[in-house]
């Protein structure tokens, strides 16, 4: 088993920029693909970002190219998204996922991924 935690969630203003962070425990955590995701009431999570083993590939929704950045460290079990330029339409929940496809083509739907944490609040306020 893996446990995630995110943590770096909050309210910012339009324009702003936050770091969500994912912790791992549990099982080796540099094999996995990992990915972050989102989702808001009345609507299916939706992939924001990936990243593969070794963090030889990333890919990134269209909505947030240029303004999103996925990366990992994996000698702190640890997976962050650098988010800038915030808008109010990337408001939501966002939720870290393990162990999915390989990020080389895309990021992938919820089914693919087979760990997930219990996701952390973002708020962009206009």
């Known amino acids: 088993q893996v446990q995630l935690v995110e943590s770096g969630g909050g309210l910012v203003q339009a324009g702003g920029s936050l770091i969500l962070s994912c912790k791992a425990s549990?099982?080796?955590?540099?094999?996995?693909?990992l990915a972050w995701f989102r989702q808001v009431p009345g609507k299916a999570r939706e992939g924001v970002s990936c990243?593969?083993?070794?963090?030889?590939?990333?890919n990134s929704a269209d909505s947030v190219k240029g303004r999103f950045t996925i990366s990992r460290d994996d000698a702190k079990n640890t997976v962050y998204l650098q988010m800038n330029n915030l808008q109010s339409e990337d408001s939501g929940n966002y939720y870290c996922?393990?162990?999915?496809?390989?990020?080389?083509?895309?990021?992938?739907?919820?089914?693919?991924?087979?760990?997930w944490g219990q996701g952390i609040q973002v708020t962009v306020s206009s």
């Open positions: 996922a393990a162990e999915g496809p390989a990020c080389f083509v895309e990021i992938g739907s919820t089914s693919d991924y087979m760990f």
């Open positions: 549990g099982r080796a955590f540099s094999v996995y693909a």
């Open positions: 990243i593969g083993t070794r963090g030889r590939s990333t």
